[in-house]
Nanobody
Framework: VQLVESGGGSVQAGKSLRLTCVAS????????MSWWRQAPGKERELAAS???????MYADSVKGRFTISLDNAKTTVNLLMNSLKPEDTAMYYC???????????WGQGTQVTVS
């Protein structure tokens, strides 16, 4: 599975960004996708996830501001980030995992900087 992320950038606080991750390759398994983020000097943390049934989960720090969605083909996951804060500054990574598999797949990351 290959993941390509896009949509990062530098914005002012209060603005919005939309991240997109496209999965290709062996994506036919029942799977979930998620967005993680890692700020300098900090551990990678889950920002939002969406399951095969489109159930969603959000970190408390982004609830009410971020929205994760999955396209009909279930190979593209978007993260709409509203009301961005400086503390949202991080490298954002897309993750793909097959249900029941212990091997996740990660994208290369896209940088989000909020000033």
């Amino acid at each position: 599975v290959q993941l390509v992320e896009s949509g990062g950038g530098s914005v002012q606080a209060g603005k919005s960004l939309r991240l997109t991750c496209v999965a290709s390759g062996s994506t036919s398994c029942d799977h979930g996708m998620s967005w993680w983020r890692q700020a300098p000097g900090k551990e990678r943390e889950l920002a939002a996830s969406i399951g095969i049934d489109r159930s969603t989960m959000y970190a408390d720090s982004v609830k009410g501001r971020f929205t994760i969605s999955l396209d009909n083909a279930k190979t593209t996951v978007n993260l709409l980030m509203n009301s961005l804060k400086p503390e949202d500054t991080a490298m954002y990574y897309c993750k793909f995992y097959c249900i029941g598999s212990t091997r996740p797949y990660w994208g290369q990351g896209t940088q989000v900087t909020v000033s």
